[in-house]
């Protein structure tokens, strides 16, 4: 079975520095993606980044980007000059199964961005 | 562009009373739909999943159903709540291409069994 794991639940970074946020990963499809999504108070589920099991090139998205490292099943998050706004809650999530669209969600990590 | 209305926002519902949430999908044609349940502090769970017009998949055995009357519609349902069936649940969509498409979330539904 599928399984997403995130190691910190929570996280705090100073305004403008840079944090990095773990995730790992279990599959055993050949071709799969991973996503990073974002949770504001709001509770809305944002789509912050995606990325594509055969791509090398790591996703990048203005100040987002990963660090994909398919061997060690790895899905790291990095915001670069984190703003006030970044605070949420940030969940990675991968593919369920193959062409389904369902996601196996990690259970998330609170980040905090401090003036 | 598409479009996903989710409601009701929040609902208060006593044990034992029945459940509908309803959401529905703008601007797309034949959509795959979902229903996950979030805990409080907790990840995301699957319910539901469906391809299409009554064609639904359980992912969880509970006490609630889902039904697809309409293509761009999806309802959540219980005949009886219990108060476990308290917890935050969003209405998700995606393109029917397979893993590529990203899930696009409504604005959830806070359900509160008393």
């Known amino acids: 079975a599928q399984t997403v794991t995130q190691s910190q639940p929570e996280m705090s970074v100073q305004e403008a520095e840079t944090v990095t946020l773990s995730c790992t990963y279990d599959?055993?499809?050949?071709?799969?993606?991973l996503f990073w999504y974002k949770q504001p108070p709001s509770r809305q589920m944002i789509l912050v980044i995606r990325?594509?099991?055969?791509?090398?090139q790591n996703a990048t998205e203005n100040r987002f980007s990963v660090n994909f490292q398919k061997a060690a099943k790895s899905f790291s998050l990095k915001i670069s000059d984190s703003q006030l706004g970044d605070t949420a809650m940030y969940f990675c999530?991968?593919?369920?199964?193959?062409?389904?669209?369902?996601?196996?969600f990690g259970q998330g990590t609170t980040l905090q961005v401090k003036p | 562009s598409q479009t996903i209305h989710q409601w009701p926002a929040t609902l208060v519902q006593p044990v034992g009373s029945p459940l509908s949430l309803e959401c529905t999908v703008e601007?797309?044609?034949?959509?795959?739909l979902y229903w996950y349940r979030q805990a409080a502090g907790r990840g995301l769970q699957l319910l539901f999943y469906?391809?299409?017009?009554?064609?639904i998949s359980s992912e969880v055995p509970q006490n609630l159903s889902a039904s697809r009357p309409q293509d761009r519609q999806f309802i959540l349902s219980s005949k009886k709540l219990l108060l476990s069936d308290s917890g935050f649940y969003l209405c998700?969509?995606?393109?029917?291409?397979?893993?590529?498409?990203?899930?696009?979330f409504g604005n959830g539904t806070r359900l509160t069994v008393t």
């Open positions: 998700a969509w995606s393109w029917d291409r397979g893993s590529n498409s990203p899930l696009h």
């Open positions: 599959t055993s499809e050949s071709n799969y993606y």
């Open positions: 990325q594509e099991a055969y791509k090398q």
């Open positions: 999530a991968a593919d369920g199964s193959s062409n389904t669209g369902k996601l196996i």
């Open positions: 601007g797309t044609s034949n959509p795959n």
């Open positions: 469906s391809i299409g017009i009554d064609q």
